[in-house]
């Protein structure tokens, strides 16, 4: 029977059209039930994406250790506490820092707001200086008549502190059972699939390799950039250089934004403190260092294999970052190179060999 048959009156291109709308429906609806879920268990599911991302990045620890004759939960307990210590000494660093120089930043950015607020007055706008500080009275009457409503939000950030904290914990202790068993629960878990285990099996395999060229390869070009803004920032004198480090490197886990936030404050923190002139420099060698990421480190430390298309990045961050917020946009760029490796594999027929670009390139 034709489709004309079936459905007498109905144009075939309105009969696909429709066709193609229902399964739209279907699809929409799906994934807006998935989003749903997301959101409904993030406090699990956050916590289980980040520690499938630093399972990826410290694998490769693991599994040297390994098989250099360690055990497998003696080589679980030295990377995980090996990491966990250096990011207890960067944060120790991270305090003494703050501790010794925030009343020097202090002190330097009240006297740039001075010199600024003399410049307005002085300078080729000619503001007049109660105009100036009506302005000034202005906000600070509105900041108190806000108290409350800053109140509320800090009673909102200490509740989602305490989630971040869960979080984190819970984050740990999946790591840990991800590293030292995450053989084992894969192959428990694709038994479920039956005739199609071996292109689950390839996928899966696929995904974990693009993830971990991608967190080693990333976690590489931070310390890269960290290493080259802790030089500079120490040159010219600018003071929390180990925070403002630290945040350099977290933020290059988040691809083009993450960079411009914390160089942007890195540069407000040096005119604040070094003046106009070191802040245009330190701009300058953050440009020439993102175009050196983009066109030199990326190609060559990430690889081929996860080299998307900044309009890809772009899209990929908008979309996560809708969903959900900063975490989604952190995950959204490795799932989407996860998702791009890992879906031909499913199409692939086992007996067939697989692309050469499916290797680490």
Known sequence: MTQESRNPGVPPLLAVVAAWCWRLIVIGVVLYALIWLVAF????????????????????I????????????????TTLLGGLLVIAAVGILIGVQADEQFPRLTQALQQTARDVQNWLVTGPLGLERAQLDQTVETFLQQLQERREEIGRSLVRGATVAAEVVAGIILMI??????LKDGD?????????????RPRVDAAGRAAWRTLSQYMVGTTIVAA???VVMAIVLTI?????VVPLTALIFLASYLPIIGIIIAGGLAVLVTLGTK??????ILLGILVLEQQLENHVLQ???????????????????????????????????????????????????????????????
């Open 41 to 60: 268990l993030h406090l699990v599911i956050l916590p289980f994406a980040a520690a499938l991302l630093l399972t990826s990045l410290l694998h490769p």
């Open 62 to 77: 693991t599994a040297r250790l390994r098989r250099w004759g360690l055990p497998r939960l003696a080589a679980t307990w």
């Open 173 to 178: 202790f999946m790591a840990f059972f991800l």
């Open 184 to 196: 084992r629960i894969w192959g428990w878990l694709i038994r479920a699939f039956g005739p199609a």
């Open 224 to 226: 890269i950039h960290s």
């Open 236 to 240: 010219m004198g600018v003071p929390l």
């Open 275 to 280: 003046g106009l002139l070191l802040a245009v």
């Open 299 to 361: 190609p060559l430390v990430v690889g081929r294999l996860v080299r998307f298309h900044p309009l890809a990045i772009i899209v990929a961050l908008a979309v996560g970052g809708i969903v959900a917020g900063i975490a989604g946009a952190a995950v959204a760029v490795p799932l989407s190179a996860v998702l791009y490796r890992a879906l031909p594999e499913l199409r692939r027929d086992p007996a067939e060999p697989a692309e050469e670009a499916a290797e680490p390139g």
